[in-house]
């Protein structure tokens, strides 16, 4: 599968996003769907993930309350909705997507992703 992240820019904290990632050559529908996040100087953290074929979802505690991990299965495409963004958010944020889902989705690390979009920069002005 491939992958096409868009949605980012320039936010005031308080402010809210929407990211796509676009699937084409396959059925993002049948993959487990995350979006991560590389902040400046930072490692790539995983931020919320969607199990393929299924209604399970994952957020990392940061985002949770704030951020909405979804699939329009019609159009191939997972959307990240965040709202409440604070300049902590700030980061490129990409999509990727694996075969499988597991009972610990707070240990995957982006080694554990096979496929990636190219990211998309949001920054939060404070």
């Known amino acids: 599968v491939q992958l096409q992240a868009s949605g980012g820019g320039l936010v005031q904290a308080g402010g809210s996003l929407r990211l796509s990632c676009a699937g084409s050559g396959d059925t993002v529908y049948t993959y487990t769907m995350a979006w991560f996040r590389q902040p400046p100087g930072k490692e790539r953290e995983l931020v919320a993930a969607i199990r393929g074929k299924g209604v399970n979802t994952y957020y990392t505690d940061s985002v949770k309350g704030r951020f909405t991990i979804s699939r329009d299965n019609a159009k191939n495409t997972v959307h990240l909705q965040m709202n409440s963004l604070k300049p902590e958010d700030t980061a490129v944020y990409y999509c990727?997507?694996?075969?499988?889902?597991?009972?610990?989705?707070?240990?995957?690390?982006?080694?554990?992703?096979?496929?990636w979009g190219q990211g998309t920069q949001v920054t939060v002005s404070s």
């Open positions: 990727a997507a694996r075969w499988s889902w597991s009972v610990q989705p707070n240990t995957w690390s982006s080694a554990d992703f096979a496929y």
